[in-house]
């Protein structure tokens, strides 16, 4: 039952730190929305309607108390559909090779950084539209922002999926009853 649930305590448990206990520890120019990777994850291990669905929710908690109603529910519910819709393999093997499961990891990060620096590339021209400035150093902070993202949805992605998914393996097996007469 907590299962069925999870998604929704994930998001909600990243928006309360992502608005309250981080920007007292650390409020640099680094910081990487929490929210953000709990919408990659959910996306990644449960489909690309969910992920729509958790990023609008958790893009919507983000943009009210931000106050920018709407930038942030676009850019999460784009990044939740498009890494469901790339990355979702419900029947993924879970016993491959290490040179797979290599190969497939590299896929995941290259994906979740480009989607993730794509993101931050529209909110770039947005300020750029408001306030007519452009630095170099805002590139070099978009690059950085998005390594970060990617290094936290590859961290955190099987801790993520025994969560969201548990653990496949002990799931029990019908067995059909024959009978002979």
């Known amino acids: 039952m907590l299962r069925r649930f999870a998604p929704m305590l994930m998001v909600f448990a990243c928006f309360i730190l992502d608005t309250t206990i981080l920007p007292i520890v650390y409020g640099g120019v680094y910081t990487v929305p929490l929210t953000v990777v709990a919408v990659f994850l959910i996306g990644?291990?449960?489909?690309r309607m969910r992920g729509l669905l958790y990023g609008t929710?958790?893009?919507?908690?983000?943009?009210i108390t931000s106050g920018t109603l709407g930038m942030m529910t676009f850019f999460f519910m784009a990044v939740g559909f498009m890494i469901g819709l790339i990355l979702y393999n419900p029947g993924e093997n879970l016993r491959s090779g290490r040179r797979v499961a290599r190969r497939r990891r590299l896929q995941r990060g290259v994906w979740v950084f480009a989607l993730y620096a794509l993101g931050e590339a529209v909110l770039f021209v947005i300020q750029y539209f408001n306030t007519a400035e452009i630095r170099p150093v805002y590139f070099l902070n978009i690059a950085a922002r998005s390594l970060i993202c990617t290094a936290l949805v590859l961290l955190l992605r099987p801790a993520a999926y025994a969560l969201l998914l548990g653990n496949r393996s002990r799931v029990p097996t019908r067995h059909r009853e024959v009978k002979s007469f």
């Open 44 to 47: 990644m291990l449960m489909g």
């Open 57 to 63: 929710i958790g893009g919507l908690l983000i943009d």
